[in-house]
């Protein structure tokens, strides 16, 4: 696969609103100015300053997730580390619009970067996958999920196949005419074959029509294992919707 010079891309490509590539390179430009229109980026990256200079230069980005190449760095992952968030937060200390941030391979990140990123992203919903990163043990990730219940903070933090902190759940999924709808259920019983858990806060009947069919955000969309852009389906509208693959705890 070939890399993307990513100050190319800044260059030829100054309104890129979504980015799937490999990419390589550094910015050097006015701070806040490489890609000022990039919302959502799935990258894989080899070393820390391209990395760097999307946390850092890309003031919009929404929903980052990174994939580590090693073949050409002789560094390997160890460069990969709670330093990189510190340097990038230091840098730039208010990354306003960050809501989704996963690092799918291994690196020696640890908990420290998930603090980090509490205190510098106001809208961070998502972390992931903690289990990738060398720091972080379950321990840690059970002392983080406390944290988090115990600020109230709207953060859920993925770590092995279960999102943290666990909570009760009382919300089920059925089809309907072909696509998926998501009602409360108080009862906490079961009225359909598929149990999804998850948390219901509100939902609204709505018209159908192509149109009325919001983008799901991609805290939701990764919570169900959704890769793509994903729409609500044409009867319920979600307001406050979170959904947990766990298992409810007691």
Same mark, same amino acid.
């Given at each position: 696969?070939?890399?993307?010079?990513?100050?190319? +891309?800044?260059?030829? *490509? /100054?309104? @890129?609103?979504?980015? =799937?590539?490999?990419?390589?390179? &550094?910015?050097?430009? $006015?701070?806040?100015?490489?890609?000022?229109?990039?919302?959502?980026?799935?990258?894989?990256?080899?070393?820390?300053?391209?990395?760097?200079?999307?946390?850092?230069?890309?003031?919009?980005?929404?929903?980052?997730?990174?994939?580590?190449?090693?073949?050409?760095?002789?560094?390997?992952?160890?460069?990969?580390?709670?330093?990189?968030?510190?340097?990038?937060?230091?840098?730039?200390?208010?990354?306003?619009?960050?809501?989704?941030?996963?690092?799918?391979?291994?690196?020696?990140?640890?908990?420290?970067?998930?603090?980090? +990123?509490?205190?510098? *992203? /106001?809208? @961070?919903?998502?972390? =992931?996958?903690?289990?990738?990163? &060398?720091?972080?043990? $379950?321990?840690?990730?059970?002392?983080?999920?406390?944290?988090?219940?115990?600020?109230?903070?709207?953060?859920?933090?993925?770590?092995?196949?279960?999102?943290?902190?666990?909570?009760?759940?009382?919300?089920?999924?059925?089809?309907?005419?072909?696509?998926?709808?998501?009602?409360?259920?108080?009862?906490?019983?079961?009225?359909?074959?598929?149990?999804?858990?998850?948390?219901?806060?509100?939902?609204?009947?709505?018209?159908?029509?192509?149109?009325?069919?919001?983008?799901?955000?991609?805290?939701?969309?990764?919570?169900?294992?959704?890769?793509?852009?994903?729409?609500?389906?044409?009867?319920?509208?979600?307001?406050?919707?979170?959904?947990?693959?766990?298992?409810?705890?007691?």
């Amino acid at each position: 696969m070939h890399s993307v010079d990513i100050t190319m +891309l800044a260059e030829l *490509c /100054p309104d @890129l609103e979504e980015l =799937g590539a490999k990419v390589e390179g &550094a910015w050097w430009g $006015e701070p806040g100015t490489m890609l000022t229109n990039l919302n959502t980026c799935r990258v894989r990256v080899g070393c820390t300053e391209t990395l760097r200079a999307l946390l850092v230069h890309s003031p919009n980005l929404a929903h980052l997730e990174v994939i580590l190449e090693e073949e050409r760095y002789s560094e390997g992952v160890d460069v990969f580390d709670d330093s990189l968030v510190s340097y990038t937060v230091a840098e730039n200390p208010c990354l306003a619009k960050l809501r989704v941030f996963m690092m799918r391979s291994e690196c020696n990140l640890t908990v420290l970067t998930v603090h980090l +990123l509490i205190n510098a *992203c /106001p809208a @961070l919903k998502f972390v =992931g996958e903690l289990q990738m990163w &060398a720091g972080v043990v $379950e321990r840690d990730v059970e002392e983080l999920a406390a944290d988090i219940r115990d600020r109230n903070l709207d953060l859920l933090v993925s770590y092995r196949g279960l999102l943290y902190p666990l909570r009760k759940t009382n919300c089920v999924t059925r089809r309907v005419r072909g696509s998926e709808q998501y009602l409360c259920n108080k009862e906490k019983t079961c009225i359909t074959s598929h149990l999804v858990f998850g948390q219901f806060r509100a939902a609204i009947k709505m018209p159908s029509g192509e149109a009325n069919r919001k983008i799901i955000p991609s805290e939701v969309r990764l919570s169900l294992g959704l890769t793509g852009p994903c729409r609500q389906n044409s009867y319920v509208m979600w307001y406050e919707l979170v959904f947990l693959l766990s298992a409810p705890v007691s």
